[in-house]
């Protein structure tokens, strides 16, 4: 993380965390400083129950400690292997495996943005675990590994902003919460609709009439806003979306870190903006380096929605060939049971160059009660 963290800040966070939680937390996938930093980005919020989701036995994760990973149980090089490393053996073939690709390479609208970061957590119930078995799907030569979190699970990603200085501003908070029915999903942020936002502009600055750029957001006066579509590019389409493109333009930058320092709310069923032809927007976006979401910011085609979510959450443990067939691409949609970022792999049994590696199940999981075998 490139934000400068103070040692006030610091103590103020491991002062935070030992009040928070009483009892020595199961897990820690992260160091101790580590994790404090990223609590550290919890944003403030009048939500009761994203405040008491914060006080819960967090595991914080990131690439560092939870590398990506897909299975390929139907080819020459069986095991789990990195997206990074591509095995594909035609010239031309940009990556090998559907997980570098959209909708699978980023968090959900910000496959195109050069400025933003994400760390995740998961909140696993007290006397509670994931379950594990292996089972052959159709299609492979051997058994794939599965897995599914118990009800009551909250998964959550943290998603920042870089600033021109290189310090880091939460945008977003999204979770997903597993019942015995599914997923429900959703989206905490400074804003919600266009209203809101204006609102706060007159708030924090009441000569806003004597600033172009801000005239032209209060006065809804945008330059660029256009209905354009997504989609992913394969025969096999999950993700289609027509939305409204509303552009933000750029404004001071210490105005933008007051407005990311307003509470945040959820977003659950909200429309940023709607126009007359009922083309609509979820979220804005923005040109600019440095605003309320990142630039080239996607999230006006994605509705906070359990529904809209798993359009693309439904693809876990799907094979490369179930959405292209002619590619010489290999593997699985990385995760199990419509959770992409986490797995139950050591690193270590990680393949990155392309060789096959003897799977082992993550030790630290198990030894914290937190992993089991699904015993029919």
């Known amino acids: 993380m490139s934000r400068t963290v103070s040692v006030a800040l610091l103590i103020l966070a491991f002062s935070s965390s030992s009040v928070l939680s009483n009892e020595k937390p199961r897990l820690r996938l992260l160091d101790d400083e580590t994790h404090s930093i990223y609590l550290s980005f919890w ?3 009048n939500d009761p129950w994203l405040n008491e989701l914060k006080k819960k036995d967090l595991i914080f994760y990131d690439e560092s400690v939870m590398p990506h990973a897909y299975q390929d149980w ?3 090089l069986p095991g789990v292997h990195s997206p990074s490393y591509n095995i594909s053996a035609i010239r031309g073939e940009p990556f090998g495996n559907a997980n ?12 195109d943005s050069p400025n933003f970061k994400a760390f995740r957590f998961v909140s696993i119930p007290p006397g509670k675990a994931i379950l594990w078995w292996r089972e052959r799907i159709a299609g ?11 009800a009551g699970t909250v998964f959550g990603e943290i998603l920042l902003v870089t600033d021109p200085e290189g310090y880091d501003w939460a945008f977003e908070l999204r979770t997903r919460t597993r019942s015995d029915k599914g997923w429900m999903m959703n989206a905490f942020r400074p804003f919600t609709t266009e ?19 801000l005239a032209k ?20 389409v999950i993700f289609d979306s027509t939305a409204l493109a509303s552009h933000l333009p750029a404004i001071d930058h210490a105005l933008v870190r007051k407005l990311l320092v307003t509470p945040f709310k959820s977003a659950l069923g909200q429309g940023w903006k709607q126009r007359a032809d009922g083309t609509e927007a979820f979220a804005p976006t923005t040109s600019a380096p440095f605003h309320i979401v990142p630039k080239n910011y996607k999230g006006g085609f ?6 809209s979510c798993m359009r693309c959450h439904d693809s876990t443990l ?9 590619r010489d691409w290999y593997g699985r949609v990385r995760g199990s049971d419509n959770i992409f970022s986490f797995h139950i792999f050591e690193p270590s049994s990680i393949s990155f160059n392309g060789f096959s590696r003897e799977p082992q199940i993550r030790r630290a999981l198990v030894d914290a009660g937190l992993l089991q075998k699904w015993e029919d």
């Not at 957001?217 to 096999?236: A, F, Q, T, Y």
């Not at 994605?302 to 529904?307: G, K, Y």
């Not at 799907?318 to 002619?326: C, N, S, T």
Request: hydrophobic share 30%.
């Open 140 to 150: 492979d030569r051997s058994a794939s590994f599965r897995w599914q979190y118990p």
């Open 217 to 236: 957001i209060v006065k809804g006066e945008l330059e660029r806003e256009e209905s354009l579509r997504l989609v992913n590019n394969h025969d096999r």
């Open 43 to 45: 944003p403030r919020s």
């Open 302 to 307: 994605i509705e906070v929605s359990s529904n």
């Open 74 to 76: 139907d080819g020459g």
């Open 100 to 111: 570098r690709e959209f909708p699978w390479n980023s968090p959900a609208g910000l496959h």
């Open 318 to 326: 799907m094979h490369a060939r179930d959405f292209q067939a002619r």
């Open 195 to 213: 209203r809101e936002l204006v609102a706060r502009i007159k708030e924090l600055v009441p000569n806003w009439r004597e600033r172009p750029e």
